[in-house]
């Protein structure tokens, strides 16, 4: 089977091409290394969201340490589903 490349809007289909789609430049995150990462989870005033679907959390769990920062999981089936639940009033 021959490989086939091409162009699209998003990697992840959010939903979100073209001009609804945020800028990288504008606001990408930054890279942490594994160590940096595990600092940053003892951080109160940090929130990380579990963007993960619902099988892949089953699988594994982010656990900030006690004190730490705030996990939200906002429960997805699939990553499609992110960009309704970032826009909902929860």
């Not at 900030?64 to 639940?85: H, I, T």
């Amino acid at each position: 089977k021959a490989l086939t490349l091409r162009k699209v809007d998003e990697l992840v289909a959010y939903g979100l091409e073209g001009a609804k789609a945020p800028s990288l430049r504008e606001y990408g995150g930054t890279h942490l290394e594994a160590t940096e990462y595990h600092k940053c989870l003892q951080n109160p005033n940090a929130v990380v969201v579990d963007v993960r679907n619902a099988y892949e959390t089953a699988v594994g769990h982010i656990r900030p340490p006690p004190g730490g920062a705030q996990l939200v999981d906002p429960r997805m089936r699939n990553s499609g589903e992110f960009a309704a639940w970032l826009n909902s009033e929860e």
